[in-house]
């Protein structure tokens, strides 16, 4: 699956991204945590600004885990 976004919608994002962790269900913030992710301590802002500037682009994020009810799952960011 291929989505683009388009960078005006992740920086409305990132302005409420603080505001989205209060709905994430509470163990899939811990697993996050247990793994070493932390949404809270992500600056969506600074990310973008780099983005804009040109200091980022290519491959961000790679994320792959096993789930035992949907098996493998990839995740792939990048900034195109």
């Given at each position: 699956m291929n989505i683009n976004?388009?960078?005006s919608l992740v920086r409305a994002a990132?302005?409420?991204?603080?505001f989205g962790m209060a709905f994430?269900?509470?163990d899939a913030r811990e697993e996050m945590e247990k793994q070493g992710v932390n949404l809270a301590d992500l600056n969506i802002q600074e990310l973008i600004a780099q983005i804009d500037?040109?200091?980022v682009s290519g491959h961000l994020v790679d994320?792959?885990?096993?789930?035992?009810?949907?098996?493998h799952i990839k995740v792939e960011v990048f900034v195109d």
């Amino acid at each position: 699956m291929n989505i683009n976004i388009p960078l005006s919608l992740v920086r409305a994002a990132g302005k409420m991204a603080g505001f989205g962790m209060a709905f994430m269900p509470k163990d899939a913030r811990e697993e996050m945590e247990k793994q070493g992710v932390n949404l809270a301590d992500l600056n969506i802002q600074e990310l973008i600004a780099q983005i804009d500037a040109g200091l980022v682009s290519g491959h961000l994020v790679d994320i792959d885990t096993e789930d035992p009810e949907e098996g493998h799952i990839k995740v792939e960011v990048f900034v195109d």
